[in-house]
């Protein structure tokens, strides 16, 4: 029998571990469809432990490549595509886990998120806050 006679799985086999490592490192090892996060008992599934995988944003055959910026961790849940989006709102509590969990980079976008989204209250907040 031959080596390369195995099946492959659907998600991206090909890349190197510096890639993977970066990639789940940029998004938090959360998953980017759900939130659940890498080793965590799943919020759809909570019987099944959260493995992430990575998966291309733009599938290869749309034309998408293995650069970075085409990648994204997904859980094995959402990558089997059983995850739907009924998944109750996340409490402040939660949400703020999360964010401490992310790299400073995903820190600051949710940042840029939330001042675009609260203008108003994001100038009071900083009127008030000049120390
Ligand atoms: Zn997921």
């Not at 995850?83 to 976008?109: F, M, V, W, Y």
Request: proline share 6%; aromatic share 6%.
């Amino acid at each position: 029998m031959l080596e390369d006679a195995k099946p492959q799985p659907a998600f991206a086999r090909e890349l190197s571990k510096e890639v993977r490592a970066y990639v789940l490192d940029r998004n938090g090892f959360t998953c980017q469809m759900c939130g659940a996060v890498a080793g965590e008992p799943h919020p759809y599934d909570p019987t099944r432990k959260t493995r992430l995988h990575i998966g291309h944003i733009i599938d290869k055959s749309m034309g998408g490549t293995d650069d970075p910026s085409n990648l994204r961790a997904l859980c094995s849940v959402c990558n089997e595509g059983a995850a739907n989006l009924t998944l109750d709102r996340p409490s402040h509590e939660k949400l703020l886990i999360q964010i401490r969990r992310a790299t400073g980079a995903d820190q600051l976008k949710v940042l840029e998120w939330l001042i675009k989204k609260f203008p108003k209250q994001a100038d009071e907040i900083s009127k008030h806050s000049s120390y």
